[in-house]
């Protein structure tokens, strides 16, 4: 994968990399009863466990994955944070997976389908994938049919290091 030059663009969202001032919107979203039931539990229960988990987690992933990894999603107008999107590179995938959450407050709005549409537009046209996968929970129909909506094709199901259970899996060609 190429270094990305630019974040992806979205006619009402701003991309950023994820701060240590994320804390609080890292520790509402993760603490989310669907973000643990449907993501996982990444046991952030306060402020402290947020910024070790950007710090020791999201940061490094950036590095590690050539400058990609799940933005922080902002509204333009407010700059206010409502979700996280962007590119995993996760073992057992062969290609980098579509992945994203969004704060319970900013559902429905239609933010998880323009973020995704932005980053699928993003890695074809600034990293030049050919394709792209996404997993996601089986009992998760919301965002399988986003994922649908957006070009994705159901591929069977998957079972990683790393997550527990067994995801569906999705593969897109850009």
Known sequence: ???????????????????????????????????????????????????????EKV???????EGVGLWIVEEKDSHA???????????GLEMP??????HKDHRGKGYALEAAE????????KLGLSQLCAITHPENARSSALLMKIGFQPNGQKSL????????YFVAEL
């Open 81 to 91: 944070p409502v979700g996280l999107c962007g590119l995993v590179v996760r073992d």
């Open 1 to 55: 994968m190429l270094k990305p030059d630019g974040m992806p663009q979205s006619p009402r969202l701003h991309f950023r990399l994820p701060e240590l001032s994320d804390a609080a919107f890292y520790q509402s979203l993760m603490s989310d009863p669907d973000y643990i039931r449907f993501i996982a539990d990444r046991g952030i229960t306060d402020l402290d466990a947020a910024r070790a988990y950007i710090d």
């Open 97 to 102: 997976d579509l992945g994203y959450a969004f």
């Open 118 to 125: 932005a980053v699928v537009g993003f890695a074809r046209s």
């Open 161 to 168: 290091p790393k997550i527990e259970g067994i995801a569906d």
């Open 59 to 65: 940061l490094p992933g950036f590095d590690e994955n």
